[in-house]
């Protein structure tokens, strides 16, 4: 991001300098149902390290959130197992967005609008980086793993079964 440029002012960027995390923008030109593959492609990184946000509802209608790699899907038999409930399937995006505050392919897991548990991939721990939603469509914001942690108290869970091939 050049010097004048403006940063975003997100919920998720607001969330960030409130925790005093340390984070790069990373802007990209965002393309309607590109998902991670497109970030990755526009960032020039590993789609791996691409992390998305996950709106979920258990059985109950309990939203939660997962944040998994972008070569990856949720397994959410195991995720629901991991929860001890019956069943977790993807909110509708409608709800998504009331819940979050953000509107799909701009979610990110900070400054959302509705308290909700937060789970993660456990794989993720192990990347150098990542690059995750600061809140909008086609801006990812470049951070530490550690801070999910220490901004989200996220929950680690084994939870990821390979993306089918496009």
Not at 68 to 76: I, K, L, N, P, R
Not at 118 to 141: K, T
Request: contains cysteine.
């Amino acid at each position: 991001m050049s010097k004048k440029e403006k940063l975003p002012s997100t919920a998720a960027v607001r969330a960030l300098k409130a925790a005093k995390v340390s984070f790069t923008p990373r802007p990209f030109a965002y393309e309607p149902k590109g998902g991670t593959a497109v970030s990755s492609r526009e960032l020039g990184v590993d789609e791996r390290q691409v992390i998305k946000t996950l709106i979920m509802e258990a059985d109950d209608g309990a939203p939660l959130a997962i944040l998994m790699h972008g070569d990856c899907q949720v397994s959410t038999k195991a995720l629901a197992r991991h929860m001890g409930v019956k069943g977790v399937a993807p909110c509708d995006p409608l709800v998504a967005e009331r819940h979050t505050g953000y509107q799909v392919g701009g979610t990110s897991p900070f400054g959302m609008r509705r308290a909700m548990p937060i789970f993660a991939e456990a794989s993720i721990r192990d990347l150098p980086r990542l690059f995750i939603n600061g809140g909008g469509r086609g801006f990812l914001v470049e951070i530490a793993p550690a801070a999910l942690e220490e901004v989200l108290g996220v929950e680690w869970v084994e939870v990821a079964i390979p993306r089918p091939a496009r």
